[in-house]
């Protein structure tokens, strides 16, 4: 509103002569409520109750007052404060109005009205002056909208606390009077009990006094019950307490089963078997449920009917490995072993309870008695052997472990010498005797750095091949006067192929022929670019002889592993790999190892590859027994069972019997490699083998039914044979195959011809173990027929030309730098640039060799068929004449058959 429209409202006109008209509040529209609501819960029978909503309108009246502005009267009674009790004391209560205290409440209100005071009559109110209402403004309307807006949201934020605060009273009320209630009924049933043990005390005194007074001595009864002397009659005291017993007893059980039958109001259980830490503190005793009770009298009545127990099936997890026993699934499965066999013949498969059985076997008999399998690997054992990855905190720093490498006679034993030199603890005890692959340098300001000895780089590749990353910094020593050697390229990419840094180590300064920038120059040609000319390898100018810069070597070496920031944890089960092994006469098995994580203890148990033992003995290079070795740590260990292999990982486990579980396994699976690198048994394998031309002669076992078809056999054999190829028959017999035959067919290397026979249990488990075959025939055409096809192959195959094509020279060209080049037309066949021609000059060959390019126009093409003409160029052959005929032929190998 502006002030020209509040100025037009509150000034009179001179025309009209009107009085002057004002807001109530200057400035502001108001709008208040004329309604005042309430809400009440109105109950009806059957406990249904709702809510109803309570609204009094009042009515506003104005009065102009003496300074000319209109005013509302306020009435004498204000029914809202009544309203607001009369919802309040209801919602309260929570309980239905009784029809009195209803109309009490009205007749109150009534009265409470009729005492307001009458309005003024209508001749004494003054006039009212005239209004000139106006159009609200868009800012009043939104006022206004806005208060009616925030008068019902307090309106009903009160309603709804008021409501909340009811339903809160009615709750605790009600709690409270469940509490009374509860209180009520403990102190009733405490009454009855006490009573109950009182009326138990009194019967028991009483039927006490009555047999007393019945077994007194002298009477006849006592007579009659063979009362002999007062003596032996027992206490009054003891048979007042046996009847009492007696009696709460039998009292107890009739209480139980009334309780267990008739469950108090109260209890809130729904099986009587549970029980609370109140109850159990209390002094009530536990009752068994009714399920247990009636399971329990079912139990009863099955057990004197004679009729057996229901017992229900346990199924079990059965583990299957890949080869058990039918004895020890049995008891896997918690059955008898007999079933086991049964189920197997049920199955169509004979077997004894020691004899062993596939897992697929296995897996569908555990299925049929109702149990879980789960398949196992005999890899499995080896599952948790490397623990698992450890965090950066619990790492700490460890020596570096460096190894020294290149060509012969450049000087790294010399080097070696030199560093080993360096060592202070060694100088001080005089000097040292080193026979391991392995020891540690201390320098003077405590560093350590652990060299390896690796000559011929065997121990390292194969370490590599393992995945064992041993070295973490390679020193490449190259010869200031030689410069890079074929051996120093090989050892350079085996450093490369470990992915370790590389320290260019350039010995023999101090000779005159010495020339370390043109061995730097030379690295550039492998990819190592020195830090002098830019790069991010270390080279550093040495001598051995004279001990120059061993110093800047060392100080290059700590800086690189400095760099490399090498950690490990040495709180834990020790890994780590065998540098070297030996067998020692006097101490048995002796493994340079080197640990990589972890500390290794004196008596730990460890796997070294195919050999376990327990720790007896560690020492240093230096043959000092020392009791633990950290990470980075080269030491001896003596306790192994066996020697093994260079760059064999060892780990230490928890027990002997889990060490034995994964040598057993790591030595089977080299048996099973071996026996498939040597198996030559196989007639396939065999057939291979004669064709490379590495075998001409096939040994035999045969045995056959009878003596006449082991002749006959051997006779038709015999007629096989060539200046080229034979089949020697090791051995002949009569019967079946057995492990003697095995035997001499695997020394042979051979197969095993069986006619009309069968290999025993014992000869087919030692043949599957050795690789050797055996073939089964039961006519003797198809055991000829097989064995001439293996002689066939064991011949040489013969080379066969066949001719493809012929073509004529009809020109000759000769180009600058190519040489000439026959222009010729293909008169039959085809010419192949794939083939080899022969010059044919009035039918004598002159030339034979290959085609070095063949061209259709001007196109390098395969081949040229008849009738179009063609280019050919020959190599080392350049006398070719017009009228030449070249021909075409292809060299094809023909088997040879007998």
Not at 30 to 50: C, D, I, N, P
Not at 62 to 86: I, N, Q, S, Y
Request: charged residues 30%.
């Amino acid at each position: 509103m502006n002030k020209d429209a509040a100025t037009d409202l509150t000034e009179p006109t001179e025309k009209e002569g009107r009085p002057k008209l004002t807001l109530a509040t200057p400035g502001r529209v108001e709008l208040k409520k004329t309604v005042e609501s309430g809400q009440v819960r109105q109950s009806f029978s059957h406990g249904r109750s709702k809510a109803v909503a309570v609204e009094v309108k009042k009515k506003r009246i104005f009065k102009p007052t003496t300074a000319g502005r209109m005013a509302e009267v306020k009435p004498a009674f204000d029914a809202k404060p009544a309203l607001e009790a009369t919802a309040t004391a209801a919602a309260a209560a929570a309980v239905r109005p009784t029809r009195s205290e209803a109309r009490q409440a009205v007749n109150t209100g009534r009265a409470q009205v009729e005492a307001r005071p009458a309005p003024a009559p209508a001749e004494e109110r003054p006039a009212r002056p005239a209004l000139v209402l106006k159009t609200l403004t868009d800012e009043e309307k939104e006022a206004r909208s806005r208060a009616v807006g925030e008068a019902r949201k307090a309106d009903a934020e009160a309603r709804k606390g008021a409501e909340e605060r009811a339903r809160r009273e009615a709750e605790e009320e009600a709690r409270r009077a469940r509490e009374r209630e509860a209180a009520a009924f403990r102190q009733a049933e405490e009454e009855t009990r006490r009573q109950t043990d009182e009326d138990m005390r009194r019967r028991a005194e009483e039927q006490a006094a009555r047999l007393l007074t019945e077994d007194a001595p002298g009477t006849e009864a006592a007579g009659a019950r063979g009362v002999v002397s007062p003596t032996s009659a027992p206490s009054t005291r003891q048979l007042v307490e046996e009847e009492a017993d007696r009696v709460r007893r039998a009292t107890k059980g009739a209480e139980v089963r009334r309780s267990a039958l008739a469950p108090r109001r109260n209890d809130q259980r729904r099986r009587g078997g549970r029980i609370t830490v109140t109850q159990a503190l209390s002094d009530e005793e536990r009752v068994r449920s009714i399920a247990a009770m009636r399971r329990r009298a079912e139990r009863e009545r099955r057990a004197q009917a004679g009729a057996p127990t229901e017992q229900q099936k346990v199924v079990r997890d059965v583990v299957i490995p890949e080869m058990i026993t039918v004895q020890e699934l049995a008891n896997r499965m918690a059955v008898r072993g007999n079933e086991v066999v049964k189920a197997l013949m049920a199955m169509g498969q004979m077997a004894t309870i020691t004899q062993s059985i596939d897992a697929d076997t296995a897996e569908l008999l555990v299925t049929e008695f109702g149990h879980k399998s789960r398949r196992v690997s005999e890899a499995d054992v080896e599952e948790g052997l490397k623990g698992a990855a450890d965090i950066d905190t619990a790492k700490e720093l460890r020596p570096p472990v460096v190894t020294i490498m290149g060509h012969v006679d450049h000087g790294k034993t010399s080097l070696l010498d030199a560093l080993r030199e360096t060592d202070v603890a060694g100088g001080e005890a005089g000097g040292i005797t080193q026979h391991i692959g392995a020891y540690q340098v201390t320098l003077a300001g405590g560093q350590r750095i652990t060299f390896l000895d690796t000559p011929g780089h065997e121990a390292f590749t194969a370490m590599r091949g393992r995945g064992a990353k041993l070295t973490d910094i390679v020193v490449l020593v190259v010869a200031a006067d030689d410069g890079i050697m074929p051996q120093t390229v090989e050892a350079l990419n085996h450093a490369k192929a470990a992915g370790v840094p590389i320290i260019v180590a350039i010995n023999k300064i101090d000779l005159p022929g010495a020339n370390p920038q043109r061995v730097r120059q030379e690295l550039l040609q492998h990819g190592l670019v020195v830090e002098e000319m830019g790069g991010d390898v270390l080279a550093v100018d040495v001598s051995a002889r004279k001990k120059t810069n061993l110093d800047k070597l060392e100080e290059a070496i700590l800086l690189q592993a400095e760099v490399l920031d090498l950690r490990a944890n040495p709180n834990r089960s020790a890994e780590g790999a065998v540098i070297e092994a030996r067998l020692d006469r006097g101490r048995g098995s002796i493994a340079t190892v080197l640990v990589q994580r972890g500390t290794l203890n004196a008596g730990d148990i460890i796997v070294a590859g195919g050999e376990w033992g327990r720790v007896r003995v560690l020492s240093d290079e230096r043959g000092r027994q020392v009791q633990s070795a950290g990470p980075g740590q080269p030491v001896e260990v003596l306790g192994l069972t066996g020697v093994p292999a260079a760059g064999d990982e060892f780990s230490v486990v928890d027990s002997e019997r889990r060490a034995r579980e994964i040598v057993d396994y790591r030595q089977k699976r080299v048996r099973d490699a071996r026996a498939a690198l040597g198996a030559r048994g196989t007639l396939e394998q065999m057939f291979a083998r004669i064709k490379e031309g590495k075998l001409k002669e096939l040994p035999v076992v045969v045995k056959a039914d009878v003596h006449g078809s082991v002749e006959a056999i051997e006779a038709s054999l015999g007629k096989f044979a060539t200046d080229e190829v034979a089949v020697r028959v090791l051995h002949g017999g009569v019967g079946g195959i057995n492990e003697s035959d095995v035997t001499l067919a695997k020394a042979s290397g051979g197969m095993i011809l069986g006619f009309n026979v069968r290999a025993n249990a014992q000869a087919r488990e030692m043949a599957e173990r050795d690789g050797v075959e055996i073939r089964y025939y039961a006519i003797i055409y198809e055991l000829l027929d097989e064995l001439k096809a293996a002689l066939s192959g064991m011949l040489a195959p013969r080379q066969q030309e066949k001719v493809i094509g012929t073509a004529r020279v009809l020109q000759v060209f000769n180009i600058t730098k190519v040489g000439k080049i026959a222009g010729c037309r293909v008169t039959s066949g085809v010419m192949r640039r794939s083939a080899r021609v022969r010059i044919l000059r009035d039918d004598v060959a002159v030339f034979s060799g290959p085609i070095r390019a063949l061209k259709h126009v001007k196109d390098d093409v395969r081949e040229v068929k008849d009738g179009l003409e063609c280019g050919i160029a020959l190599d080392n052959f350049q006398d070719i004449h017009e009228g030449d005929v070249f021909e075409a032929y292809e060299i094809e190998q023909v088997i040879r058959t007998l």
